[in-house]
């Protein structure tokens, strides 16, 4: 069965620590994502990936970190320099050559 | 600078009754164009999507959009809802970097 998958679905952080969110599709896509959601403002775009080992920052990088070494798998690390990480962050991918960004089920993080 | 905006911060409808939600959109060319569904604590779902051709596009679950390039609009319409549209909705953008923006998102609330 083909599909995003992203664990845990919650998430807490204490402060100051460092905390990963996993993203794994078996879609065979190229490309991958990370959003951001929070109340009222829609869906930012922290980072992404078009191809295995590389990945650019969208518009709110600073905080985050991302790897890409496998095709199928996209983590997110929140780190302690995210002053702000609750929220609920959502992952995508989208085929080589495809306009369309399929979304996985979300993970939502909150901060003890 | 891209951007979309979706004017109706929150819609509440009769079971039965038409809805139409209001997308506008400000970028160099026309961009594709989307809308996704989220119900609540849950991933975006794709609605629909137009790229190009007919400016009237259908999708799943009902709705149907109109492009109208004259307005830089992309409106979605269902002319009869059901208690189960109840969801949050998004319309979003990209250009030929596939970098989607979104809007804020209108909250849809189906009265019995």
């Known amino acids: 069965d083909g599909g995003i998958t992203q664990s845990p679905k919650y998430l807490f952080r204490k402060e100051g620590q460092n905390v990963t969110l996993s993203c794994e599709q078996n879609l065979n896509h190229d490309a991958m994502y990370w959003y951001r959601q929070d109340p009222g403002q829609g869906l930012r775009l922290i980072y992404y990936?078009?191809?295995?080992?590389?990945?650019q920052k969208g518009d709110i990088a600073e905080g985050y970190s991302v790897s890409r070494e496998k095709k199928e798998s996209f983590p997110l690390t929140v780190t302690s320099a995210q002053k702000n990480p609750t929220a609920f962050y959502l992952c995508?991918?989208?085929?080589?050559?495809?306009?369309?960004?399929?979304f996985g089920p979300g993970t939502r993080l909150l901060v003890l | 600078a891209q951007s979309v905006t979706q004017p109706d911060i929150h819609i509440t409808v009769s079971e039965g009754a038409s809805l139409e939600l209001r997308c506008n959109y400000s970028y160099g060319a026309t961009p594709y164009l989307f809308w996704y569904v989220q119900s609540p604590g849950q991933g975006l779902q794709l609605l629909l999507k137009y790229f190009s051709g007919d400016t009237l596009v259908q999708g799943i679950k009902g709705f149907e959009a109109e492009f109208k390039r004259s307005q830089s609009s992309f409106n979605l319409r269902k002319p009869s809802v059901h208690w189960s549209d109840a969801a949050e909705y998004f319309c979003?953008?990209?250009?030929?970097?596939?970098?989607?923006?979104f809007g804020a998102g209108t909250t849809v609330t189906v009265r019995a």
């Open positions: 990936s078009q191809i295995v080992n590389d990945f």
């Open positions: 995508a991918s989208r085929p080589s050559g495809g306009e369309t960004q399929y």
């Open positions: 979003a953008a990209s250009g030929y970097d596939y970098k989607l923006s």
